[in-house]
């Protein structure tokens, strides 16, 4: 169902208050026992880009939830592609089912991991999600942290008049998965450890071709439309 930006404003701005009642504040004093008057800034911003960044100067941890990630995560087509469509599906989460309720909630999650991450000193560049992560992320789910944001979601939603639609997504044909993608877009594909970023060349069928940077013409893959994601934050 599509949404209006304006709700996805709205939505986002929920997100940011529910990462911080919910992830931040129980935890905020553990972590300022390691690093004394960090914060954390919670903002949404106007592209799909959605990240934690630790900003060493303020002693700031800054998370951005993208309005256009909002906005394609209410569209099955669009949401499949993301990495947290594939967490939620491959580790079970909220029992593996993708709906933008869990999506959104996860993204919560997700992104709180990564300043868990950061604070534990498991941040290292070129290894985002490493194992590191995906120990905080799995349990962020399994100690309950991330219904409890779901629910938030829902009541703080709820209390503004607004939904978050949270039916189960029909698993979407190749087709759907690759209208959102173009020739000349920069994507990711791959899994840990092998993962490669490139840049889509041509559109086929069910699958595109995806130049990634290697000598100077480059290697060829043609990449089921399932496994494209946006690059790497
Ligand atoms: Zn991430």
């Known amino acids: 169902m599509p949404v209006s930006t304006a709700r996805a ?32 800034q919670c903002r949404v911003g106007s592209g799909q880009a959605t990240y934690h960044r630790f900003d060493e100067g303020q002693n700031q941890h800054r998370i951005t939830f993208g309005l256009r990630m909002i906005l394609a995560k209410h569209q099955p087509g669009s949401a499949v592609g993301w990495l947290s469509s594939r967490e939620i599906t491959d580790r079970g989460y909220f029992d593996g089912q993708l709906s933008t309720l869990n999506l959104l909630a996860h993204t919560c999650c997700h992104e709180f991991a990564h300043l868990l991450q950061h604070a534990a000193g498991q941040r290292r560049r070129g290894s985002v999600h490493n194992r590191h992560f995906y120990a ?98």
């Open 9 to 40: 404003r709205a939505l986002g701005k929920i997100m940011c208050a529910v990462t911080a009642s919910t992830l931040w504040y129980p935890v905020a004093g553990d972590i300022r026992d390691r690093r004394p008057g960090a914060v954390l």
């Open 136 to 233: 905080i992320l799995d349990r962020l789910h399994r100690q309950g942290q991330a219904r409890t944001v779901r629910d938030e979601l829902v009541r703080q939603a709820g209390s503004q008049g607004l939904s978050i639609p949270d039916q189960p997504f029909d698993p979407a044909s190749a087709t759907d998965l690759l209208a959102r993608w173009h020739v000349g877009d920069r994507v990711a594909f791959g899994t840990r450890g092998a993962r490669r970023q490139g840049v889509i060349e041509r559109i086929n069928r069910k699958t595109a071709t995806v130049r990634v940077p290697d000598g100077w013409q480059g290697l060829r893959y043609r990449v089921p439309a399932s496994l494209l994601n946006p690059p790497d934050a």
